[in-house]
């Protein structure tokens, strides 16, 4: 059983103990989204089809959902630090596998084979921090403390994994820009290594010696959460959700915005993808403190669902309404980074809901991030030679509006928000208030 470990000092809901670590989210997010934007098109051009493209991807989600199940567990009961380290271990041995024998070769198989491995990896090393996060931060400032984790990955994986590729390409090419990658990821994995000194979680268990059975069981209790919490089900549902189009739209966008119809250049496409993530740089934060005074689940269903319904459709028709314009582009961009930000609370309601077994909630939460990583891309290959990219772009709307009706049954006691607004309610009524706001 996993106890509270307090944080040593927040700086607006960050607990400072683990600021490296925050760091590192930034910069392995760097290496691991520097391709995210780009690999499809570069694996069109080297003679394969968009289906065959965006199957990598589809392969690459699925291995990541499972890693990602199996990573809230495997922290609690290993420890961050030392799981981190073997992801860090694990993406790097197969990124270059799949540089060297996949791409280089221009071997399908060993494309699909490494790049699919590699999707084990990443989420070892961002999700494990995860649990850290949950470990450390005040219940009532858990948003927050999630806020500034997402504001991370976003400055890797979005702005710096987006914006080093439009600089780099012209002058060192699409695989010089790929081997760039595993500097960034051995930094990340160093800085954890060595320089956050935060209390490990084997130290704050009461049986600091589990057995392996327990090891097994409380492993399996990641996915049987699942089905014992209704709530946490519904809520891994809309988790699925939120990210399709962060993880579907690098998939067939590339493939639109560089095409006769839309007319931009890949570099341009670069910079349209990457103002969203700058965007969610601020947002992240900024939606962390909100929906810590205004109610996660109310924040999440009008401002994240609803609005990423709109986005969504504005990402693909104003460019096209407006001739291709730049700035209209942007407009759909920045639209789209503003509200999918407003999920930051996920990572926080999710523990909330299970406060006496963290990892195998958090594992929860995991499996349904890496089944969006995994869902995207899948529509997007199921859909691309049937309804196209304009039909994918309805499916993922209309799908968010099916996740503004499932936060209507996902109850959550929210620490702090309910005590602020009614003090003297009985603990079972403060859930509800929380709820009406």
Not at 390 to 415: K, N
Request: hydrophobic residues 55%; proline residues 4%; charged residues 10%.
């Amino acid at each position: 059983m996993i106890q509270r470990v307090e944080s040593r000092g927040l700086l607006f809901g960050m607990p400072l103990s683990l600021i490296w670590g925050y760091i590192a989210i930034a910069l392995f997010m760097t290496g691991d989204g520097i391709e995210l934007a780009f690999l499809s098109r570069y694996i069109v051009d080297l003679g394969f089809s968009a289906t065959q493209a965006s199957f990598l991807f589809t392969i690459y989600g699925l291995l990541a959902a499972l890693s990602s199940w199996s990573s809230g567990v495997l922290a609690e009961v290993f420890g961050p630090r030392r799981i981190m380290r073997i992801g860090v271990i694990a993406w790097i041995v197969f990124h270059v596998l799949f540089l060297l024998f996949g791409l280089s070769e221009k071997n399908y198989a060993l494309m699909v084979l490494f790049y699919g491995i590699r999707g084990l990896a990443y989420p070892l090393f961002i999700y494990s921090f995860l649990v850290w996060v949950a470990q450390v931060a005040p219940r009532e400032r858990q948003a927050s403390a999630m806020g500034w984790y997402w504001t991370m990955y976003s400055i890797g994986i979005g702005f710096l994994g987006t914006y080093l590729p439009s600089f780099s390409i012209p002058y060192i090419g699409f695989m010089g820009t790929l081997w760039m990658a595993v500097a960034w990821v051995a930094v990340a994995g160093a800085m954890v290594i060595f320089l956050v000194r935060e209390w490990q979680v084997a130290a704050t268990r009461a049986d600091a010696n589990p057995t392996l059975t327990e090891r097994l069981h409380e492993l399996s209790r990641g996915a049987t959460i699942l089905f014992e919490n209704r709530s946490i089900l519904i809520t891994a549902i809309v988790r699925i959700i939120c990210n399709l189009t962060l993880f579907g739209f690098p998939v067939i966008m590339p493939l639109f915005f560089t095409s006769p119809e839309a007319g931009f250049t890949m570099e341009q496409w670069l910079r349209i993808w990457g103002a969203l993530f700058i965007v969610t740089i601020f947002t992240n934060v900024m939606w962390g403190l909100i929906g810590d005074r205004i109610g996660w689940v109310f924040q999440m269903r009008w401002f994240g669902c609803g609005g990423c319904a709109l986005a969504t459709l504005a990402f693909y028709y104003l460019p096209l309404t407006y001739n291709g314009s730049f700035l209209a582009a942007l407009v759909g961009a920045v639209a789209l980074g503003v509200f999918v930000s407003a999920f930051v609370p996920m990572g926080a309601i999710f523990p909330a809901m299970a406060p006496e077994h963290k990892g195998a909630a958090i594992s929860a939460h995991n499996l349904a991030a890496g089944l969006s990583s995994f869902m995207g891309p899948a529509i997007a290959t199921l859909g691309i030679s049937t309804i196209g990219v304009e039909g994918i772009v309805w499916v993922y709307a209309l799908l968010y509006v099916v996740g503004i009706v499932l936060t209507y049954f996902i109850h959550v006691d929210q620490p702090g928000l309910e005590y602020k607004v009614m003090p003297s309610l009985d603990i079972s009524k403060r859930s509800e208030v929380g709820e009406a706001i």
